[in-house]
């Protein structure tokens, strides 16, 4: 992920509907966003428009309806989101941000099991 591109909340969460449910048009994102809160259409349009300035999502403008597709990747913009947390609120310390995190909410079995796997994995040289 370029560096200089550091999406805002707002965009965060058009970036996960995109992830999601794949290159969406305007209205989708827009009925996608309001199922968790009222946006506007015009404010949803506003926002895609400046990612698309940013780079941080592709207008397909071959239809009447354009289709917005991310240019970033997931895996990428979520590890250096959290390499950023993890400098600035944690000092660098991965054990202070897993356990805050895993102190936070209720972590499923599931989860759990699948952080165990992990750490076994980590523990082996695998990454």
């Known amino acids: 992920m370029n560096n200089k ?4 909340e707002s965009e965060l969460e058009i970036l996960q509907l995109i992830w999601k449910h794949g290159p969406s048009t305007v209205r989708q994102i827009n009925e996608f ?3 968790n809160r009222v946006v506007g ?7 895609l428009q400046i990612m ?6 592709r207008a397909d403008k071959t239809d009447r309806s354009h289709v917005y597709s991310a240019l970033l990747k997931e895996d990428e913009t979520q590890q250096q989101l959290v390499d950023q947390l993890l400098q600035a609120a944690f000092g660098g310390s ?6 805050q ?3 936070n909410k209720k972590t499923s079995q599931a989860e759990l ?3 165990k796997l992990l750490i076994e994995r980590l523990e082996g ?3």
């Open 5 to 8: 591109i550091k999406p805002t």
């Open 33 to 35: 966003m309001n199922e």
């Open 41 to 47: 259409y015009t404010t949803s349009l506003k926002l």
């Open 52 to 57: 698309t300035q940013k780079g941080i999502v």
């Open 94 to 99: 991965a054990k202070k941000l897993v356990m």
């Open 101 to 103: 995190a895993l102190g």
């Open 113 to 115: 099991e699948e952080i």
């Open 125 to 127: 040289g695998e990454a």
